[in-house]
């Protein structure tokens, strides 16, 4: 199965987190790594399986590099039926209003398109103490085996 | 069983809410020399001075789990007793615990030149920046004495304001202890072209003026004009009310490699206060004065705390922290990972020293620390890349 992995990043963490899940799921599956701010909506492929990782900057604001994908989402409307995608979400809970809110906006702005988000929200934490970059590639595992 | 935490600002707040959220149910008691509650400081040479942020905006947002924490504002310790448990309080309280955080943190180190006192300030609290930034109108004649992050930063700042801005330091260049020579050159050059005059390899020796200063003599013999002096000449731990415990409080408290404050247990140091070895950068003990290094020494002072008191039946890891920070100067947006100190050689690993660049950080050969100029899209890569070049480095030295 086709798997292209989408990034919204601020920092490059959400870059770095694609390459790890590229990396684990290559053995078994054609993986594609794409920033979200050369992605154009309009070529968002049903018949393949997308993984969605964003982080959150600011007040609860989407990273620089989501912000061309989402108003692109808002202002082309594609037709999203049938577009499936997990959504993997880094955050940090000391913003306790804002925690992970910039892949929420993505997913909300999908889910309003009429994509399908499929398997468990992963969160990454940067407050939690015990989570590292395996956490990711441990939820992108699980999750593709399931689909 | 109470916690005391000293101390009532970023590092005393997470290490309020990391006690609670890993489960201690006891009480806990917070006491901050401040009167406000617990609020960001970066700002404070930045937005909050060019008026982009209000001193409420500032606040952490308190997490509900903290909710039950008592706090004591406005109030200091002002003595410790190590074998009895018992902290005395500038409002004449004394105050018993089971565990202790010293969060304590830093003042700001004075200048001791003849003068005038009028029209020197520092800035350290919210009051010292609200009194600050009320001053900082258009064609006022600034002398920043110090060149590290605060003084480059309101630097930066009051140019934005229209201020006149010379800056007086003992370095060759500007923000050369944090940065080193190479970057802190271009940083200065940078600085310059904005309008910042800079008289280096000097101090104040004099303030002159009627009350209030109006004049700086150099120790070179040059003069200035100033309206006001803003002393950054780095920072004084307040370790006074730790007196007479058989502590080596000599810069800082000493820590053990779990952050307890000269190993003794149920008592931790966390934030700019602490002075502790860094073993992911075979560093000595060190005080680090950085934003993150204040979160990460409280979460895990606070786990150190609730082992010793019996709470938590993990076993410790020693601390190892990869210290992280970022400086806003007009434009140039810079962040860095690692112990840029230890450094006895720098390189641009990519981009030029006059745009966006990453300078790497070595001692003999081996990654000490990157300085990221711009390329912030690529600062997780870096930390990443420091970071196992330190594993690598380790597991050779264990191998040979």
Same mark, same amino acid.
């Given at each position: 199965?086709?798997?292209?992995?989408?990034?919204?990043?601020?920092?490059?963490?959400?870059?770095?987190?694609?390459?790890?899940?590229?990396?684990?799921?290559?053995?078994?599956?054609?993986?594609?790594?794409?920033?979200?701010?050369?992605?154009?909506?309009?070529?968002?492929?049903?018949?393949?399986?997308?993984i969605?990782?964003?982080?959150?900057?600011?007040?609860?604001?989407?990273?620089?590099?989501?912000?061309?994908?989402?108003?692109?989402?808002?202002?082309?409307?594609?037709?999203?039926?049938?577009?499936?995608?997990?959504?993997?979400?880094?955050?940090?809970?000391?913003?306790?209003?804002?925690?992970?809110?910039?892949?929420?906006?993505i997913?909300?702005?999908?889910s309003?398109?009429?994509?399908?988000?499929?398997?468990?929200?992963?969160?990454?934490?940067?407050?939690d103490?015990?989570?590292?970059?395996?956490?990711a590639?441990?939820?992108?595992?699980?999750?593709?085996?399931?689909? | 069983?109470?916690?005391?935490?000293?101390?009532?600002?970023?590092?005393?707040?997470?290490?309020a809410?990391?006690?609670?959220?890993?489960?201690?149910?006891?009480?806990?008691?917070?006491?901050?020399?401040?009167?406000?509650?617990p609020?960001?400081?970066?700002?404070?040479?930045?937005?909050? @001075?060019?008026? +982009?942020?209000?001193?409420?905006?500032?606040?952490?947002?308190?997490?509900?789990?903290?909710?039950?924490?008592?706090?004591?504002?406005? %109030?200091?310790?002002t003595?410790?007793?190590?074998?009895?448990?018992?902290?005395?309080?500038?409002?004449?309280?004394?105050?018993?615990?089971e565990?202790?955080?010293?969060?304590?943190?830093?003042?700001?180190?004075?200048?001791n030149?003849?003068?005038?006192?009028?029209?020197? %300030?520092?800035?350290?609290?919210? =009051?010292?920046? #609200?009194? @600050?930034?009320?001053?900082?109108k258009?064609?006022?004649?600034?002398?920043?004495l110090?060149?590290?992050?605060?003084?480059?930063? %309101?630097?930066?700042?009051?140019?934005?304001?229209?201020?006149?801005?010379?800056?007086?330091?003992?370095?060759?260049?500007?923000?050369?202890?944090?940065?080193?020579?190479?970057?802190?050159?271009?940083?200065?050059?940078?600085?310059? !072209?904005?309008?910042?005059?800079?008289?280096?390899?000097?101090?104040?020796a004099?303030?002159?003026? +009627?009350?209030?200063?109006?004049e700086v #003599?150099?120790?070179?013999?040059?003069?200035?004009?100033? =309206?006001? #002096?803003?002393?950054t000449?780095?920072?004084i731990?307040?370790?006074?009310?730790?007196?007479?415990n058989?502590l080596?409080?000599?810069n800082?408290?000493?820590?053990? +490699?779990?952050?307890?404050?000269?190993?003794?247990?149920?008592?931790?140091?966390?934030?700019?206060?602490?002075?502790?070895?860094?073993?992911?950068? =075979?560093?000595?003990?060190?005080?680090?004065e950085?934003?993150?290094?204040?979160i990460?020494?409280?979460?895990?002072?606070?786990?150190?705390?609730?082992h010793?008191?019996?709470?938590?039946?993990?076993?410790?890891?020693?601390?190892?922290?990869?210290?992280?920070?970022?400086s806003?100067?007009? +434009?140039?947006r810079?962040?860095?990972?690692?112990?840029?100190?230890?450094?006895?050689?720098?390189?641009v690993?990519?981009?030029?020293?006059?745009?966006?660049?990453?300078?790497?950080?070595?001692?003999?050969?081996?990654?000490?620390?990157? %300085?990221?100029?711009?390329?912030?899209?690529?600062?997780?890569?870096?930390?990443?890349?420091?970071?196992?070049?330190?594993?690598?480095?380790?597991?050779g030295?264990?191998? !040979?």
């Amino acid at each position: 199965m086709k798997i292209n992995i989408l990034f919204g990043t601020e920092s490059g963490g959400g870059e770095l987190t694609a390459e790890d899940i590229a990396q684990s799921l290559s053995a078994l599956h054609e993986t594609n790594i794409q920033n979200m701010s050369d992605t154009d909506v309009k070529t968002l492929d049903k018949d393949s399986f997308y993984i969605m990782i964003c982080s959150t900057y600011g007040e609860g604001e989407l990273p620089y590099s989501a912000q061309p994908f989402y108003k692109a989402l808002l202002s082309d409307k594609p037709d999203l039926t049938g577009f499936r995608y997990a959504m993997f979400g880094r955050g940090d809970s000391a913003y306790l209003k804002t925690y992970s809110r910039g892949s929420e906006i993505i997913d909300e702005a999908l889910s309003a398109l009429g994509a399908t988000r499929i398997g468990e929200y992963g969160r990454h934490d940067a407050s939690d103490m015990s989570v590292t970059d395996e956490l990711a590639v441990t939820w992108a595992n699980s999750i593709v085996e399931n689909i | 069983m109470s916690i005391l935490i000293i101390g009532g600002s970023l590092s005393g707040l997470r290490a309020a809410e990391r006690l609670r959220s890993e489960g201690w149910a006891g009480a806990i008691t917070v006491v901050s020399a401040e009167s406000q509650m617990p609020y960001n400081r970066p700002p404070l040479s930045k937005e909050l @001075l060019w008026g +982009e942020d209000s001193p409420s905006d500032l606040e952490f947002e308190l997490s509900p789990l903290v909710a039950d924490v008592q706090w004591k504002l406005g %109030v200091s310790a002002t003595a410790l007793n190590l074998d009895e448990k018992r902290v005395e309080l500038s409002n004449g309280e004394t105050l018993t615990y089971e565990g202790l955080v010293i969060a304590t943190g830093v003042k700001s180190r004075r200048l001791n030149a003849p003068g005038p006192q009028g029209g020197r %300030v520092i800035l350290r609290t919210l =009051d010292d920046a #609200v009194t @600050l930034k009320d001053q900082l109108k258009p064609g006022l004649k600034l002398v920043i004495l110090g060149a590290g992050f605060i003084g480059c930063e %309101v630097a930066s700042t009051a140019r934005k304001l229209g201020c006149e801005v010379d800056v007086v330091a003992m370095d060759e260049v500007a923000m050369q202890i944090p940065l080193g020579k190479m970057v802190g050159a271009e940083i200065q050059r940078r600085h310059e !072209s904005e309008g910042v005059r800079f008289h280096m390899g000097v101090s104040i020796a004099e303030l002159q003026g +009627e009350g209030k200063v109006q004049e700086v #003599v150099l120790t070179d013999g040059r003069k200035l004009q100033a =309206d006001l #002096v803003l002393e950054t000449i780095g920072s004084i731990p307040n370790t006074e009310w730790l007196a007479n415990n058989n502590l080596d409080l000599s810069n800082g408290v000493l820590c053990d +490699e779990y952050l307890r404050a000269g190993g003794t247990t149920g008592v931790v140091a966390v934030g700019d206060v602490a002075r502790f070895a860094n073993p992911l950068f =075979d560093a000595p003990p060190l005080r680090i004065e950085h934003w993150q290094t204040a979160i990460d020494t409280a979460n895990f002072g606070a786990r150190t705390l609730l082992h010793d008191l019996g709470h938590a039946s993990d076993e410790l890891k020693p601390i190892s922290v990869m210290p992280w920070f970022w400086s806003d100067q007009g +434009e140039t947006r810079m962040s860095s990972f690692g112990m840029l100190g230890l450094a006895n050689r720098q390189e641009v690993l990519e981009g030029e020293l006059s745009g966006e660049c990453a300078v790497g950080y070595f001692r003999e050969d081996v990654p000490v620390g990157v %300085v990221l100029v711009g390329l912030k899209e690529k600062s997780a890569r870096y930390k990443r890349w420091l970071q196992k070049s330190r594993d690598e480095y380790h597991a050779g030295q264990g191998a !040979s």
